[in-house]
């Protein structure tokens, strides 16, 4: 077999594939969660009649962009790096919506929408008074997303190809990130992955773990998966399972800031201090934004933890998961580097 | 012919009739508005290409349900009125989300939708980093409201029919709303309008100079449109020339408050400070809502202004035009009559 070619330069620092999926967002209170049997901070898959059902009840909304990914691509594109997406939306007012928003912001999109079969992917979002949101996500359209739906000079054109865990769960995309992943290796490229949820990781976990051991080159994980994908109860221990097995592993803190863990480097980075945390959805999508961004710039990895911090910190401080302020403006200060961000 | 009957208790405090309009608010820039010929602060009114072309244009969006009216009766709902709307959208996604947004904050909404035809109507929205708003409509559905949508039952059980001024642009819609004028006058309610946009009053100065020497009996209008209808550049004048019209003429200034005018009383009253104007969208139509709160509620005019200011301030100190903090908790605070808001 001839050796892979060396990488030419690439057209994208970032190709993303996730989810295509348009939030809906609501203040909410525990009571309702309660009552409806939703984990407060985490995510369940529902079908269409239950997420009918749970927008009936639920409170007037704003609708915005999401999609964990998406919300990744959408930051890193603010922030300067060039960026393209795959992800799968029908051919409906949500899908206008949801490629619009990507693409007025830099993004390359061209994946097709899907003609027939279920509508675009919807999240309902329970923000309840502590700043915590509690999804029910409605797959649709993301379903359909399958090998077809990889293009191969795309993902050959990305630094770096960003994947979240997420995928796992539409039974057809697992094939099409398997597919992603051999491409990029192939183009000499590196592959990134977010383990997206601590319930993602109980329905996927042996799967996630070969991937760990396995292709992934970068793991982003918050600890509470992390701890749970080894099996154990304290993120030191968590450190010490996951080093040595991908080449960068990121366990993120919340308040505690975030561990940059290397075959031989073990690096505590503070947080970026919020003073007043309106919606924490989005954090880790906006870490792993900062810090992918940091990476494709040449910065050393305390340098993109920070990024990723200060990007995080800017989209807990108010409603929504895609960026408000200038998100460049933001990590520059953040990483005290002027000029460079 | 035979006398009106005496009006009997209302199921509703406010019937509502407007344009049912789901808002993209995205910020903006001048340069891009004026590169767009978009008149800062004013609604002009585009068609499904016009629409489409300045949505690819657009920055990143949120899509929040709308519509001047629609607005005022959400807030007066979350005030504790009983309110219905009447209003247009299509068999579409931005439909149901337009009758959700409705419909969970208690408004009694059954306009059947438009099964076919255009899709549902869409305020494009552009907010400059001065708060202001500049819009671009698309009426879409909305020019399908005909006068088989006035259910006389329900205009009859209303205390008060209030009306939108954009209602005039559809032009269908008209004949709705005089039906609907004749219908409450029968049953021996009041009709409240609202001149909505100087551009409107533009639109149509003949007519609605007609309706406020004739069927109106609650007028609002801000400044502009007061004066622009009269034709004079004065308040004092436009409040000279508008006093014996209709029964109560509302007009706002902004941060200079209010003027109530009666035929033989003129009340100027404060506004409500705002300490951080972020989006003026709504001001207007949230003004009206905490004074036809007030009205139905059995208040003093002076207390109905006080209101109409307190909910004002509270929806353009945060994006969107639908109120967010607890509206009644505002208004209760700003008329100081404790525990009667």
Redesign the interface.
Not at 58 to 65: H, L, Q, R, T
């Given at each position: 077999m001839p050796p892979s070619p060396a990488p030419t330069d690439p057209r994208f620092d970032i190709v993303g594939i996730g989810n295509a999926i348009v939030d809906v967002v609501a203040q909410s209170d525990v009571r309702f969660l309660e009552h409806h049997d939703l984990h407060m901070g985490s995510m369940v898959l529902v079908d269409e009649p239950q997420a009918n059902d749970l927008?009936?009840q639920?409170?007037?909304?704003?609708?915005?962009?999401g999609g964990s990914c998406a919300n990744t691509v959408?930051g890193a594109s603010a922030l300067g790096s060039r960026v393209a997406f795959i992800g799968k939306v029908a051919d409906?007012?949500?899908g206008v919506?949801f490629r619009?928003?990507?693409t007025?912001?830099g993004v390359h999109f061209d994946t097709p929408a899907a003609a027939d079969g279920p509508?675009t992917a919807r999240c309902l979002i329970f923000v309840t008074p502590d700043a915590q949101r509690t999804m029910a996500t409605y797959l649709g359209a993301c379903t359909e997303l399958g090998p077809e739906d990889i293009d191969t000079d795309l993902i050959a054109a990305g630094r770096f190809v960003y994947l979240e865990g997420y995928l796992w769960d539409p039974p057809q995309a697992k094939a099409a990130l398997r597919a992603a992943i051999d491409i990029a290796h192939d183009a000499g490229r590196k592959v990134a992955m977010t383990l997206s949820d601590p319930f993602c990781v109980a329905r996927h976990r042996d799967e996630f773990r070969a991937l760990v051991d396995g292709p992934i080159d970068i793991l982003f994980a918050n600890q509470i998966e992390a701890e749970s994908l080894v099996g154990v109860t304290d993120v030191w221990d968590a450190v010490n399972a996951l080093q040595g097995t991908c080449e960068v592993v990121v366990i993120t803190r919340g308040d505690q800031g975030s561990i940059v863990v290397t075959a031989d480097q073990v690096h505590e980075v503070a947080p970026v201090h919020v003073p007043d945390v309106i919606d924490s959805t989005g954090a880790g999508d906006l870490y792993a934004a900062g810090f992918l961004h940091g990476l494709a710039s040449g910065w050393d990895l305390v340098r993109c933890a920070k990024a990723g911090s200060a990007a995080a910190a800017e989209v807990i401080g108010h409603?929504?998961a895609?960026p408000a302020r200038d998100l460049n403006e933001v990590v520059r200060t953040a990483t005290r580097q002027e000029g460079t961000a």
């Open positions: 927008y009936a639920m409170g007037p909304a704003i609708e915005v962009s959408a409906d007012e949500l919506i619009h928003d990507l007025s912001l509508s409603f929504g895609r």
